[in-house]
């Protein structure tokens, strides 16, 4: 009985993310992390609706379909390491890893990163989470293949672009291996004006950039918690 509505819940979900272009890996990708498990709430079909949830703290889970976006423009590969900003719940970085990304995620509220280490132990092992302030980056583990931001700030913070990997030599007759991508919205962090959703891609000579969609984010605060 509640296994079918879980079940219906999964399939509603799919569809979802099947006609906003979502493509068929990235939806198995989302689909193979137990959104359940990142939820406050004990309700395991709740947990699959398309929408952000509140986790405590003034904090929410991001919504399936903007996690989904975000994970394909993020474009990630097996192998990829990949800096996740704003831990949260850990839901984002689990679905970053299932893509087969080793991940650092870094949460500025440390209950938040503590409760996302004990999920994500059990359900993630490949993600390492951090307390700290992502805007400086994690210079540690750079560079990044990607870096996937879950707040919204008016300015993109500089440490983020440096700690792009640069996209590699051209080998003979080969394509040049793309350069690191960045994910983040970008407007004024209010619940009142959406921000524009940002792909950032690291170039030989620069930067490139691209609007994905319009996105309601909690703010990026620089600093300690
Ligand atoms: N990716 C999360 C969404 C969390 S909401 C998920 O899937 O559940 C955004 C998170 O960013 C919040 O937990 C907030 O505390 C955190 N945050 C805000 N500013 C930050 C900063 N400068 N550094 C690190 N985390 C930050």
Do not use: N
Request: glycine letters at 10%.
């Amino acid at each position: 009985m509640g296994g079918d509505r879980l079940e219906r819940a999964r399939a509603a979900l799919r569809a979802t993310l099947l006609a906003h272009g979502v493509t068929p890996a990235v939806v198995d990708t989302l689909l193979s992390v137990p959104r359940e498990r990142f939820v406050p709430d004990g309700d395991p079909a709740g947990a699959w609706q398309d929408r952000a949830m509140a986790i405590g703290h003034d904090q929410t889970i991001s919504q399936p379909t903007v996690v989904a976006v975000m994970t394909q423009a993020a474009a990630v590969q097996p192998g990829d390491v990949v800096l996740d900003v704003g831990t949260g719940s850990g839901y984002q970085a689990a679905v970053l890893a299932a893509a087969g990304a080793t991940v650092h995620s870094i949460e500025r509220i440390p209950a938040l990163a503590a409760r996302a280490r004990r999920t994500l132990a059990e359900v993630a092992p490949a993600v390492t989470v951090h307390v700290g302030d992502g805007t400086k980056g994690l210079p540690g583990y750079a560079p990044y293949d990607a870096i996937v931001v879950a707040a919204a700030t008016r300015t993109i913070p500089p440490a983020l672009l440096e700690q792009l990997r640069p996209p590699g030599p051209e080998g003979a007759g080969e394509a040049a291996p793309r350069g690191g991508r960045l994910v983040i919205p970008v407007g004024e962090p209010s619940w009142l004006h959406a921000q524009r959703l940002l792909l950032v891609e690291r170039t030989a000579d620069g930067f490139t950039q691209q609007h994905l969609l319009d996105v309601l984010f909690v703010p990026l605060v620089g600093g300690p918690a």
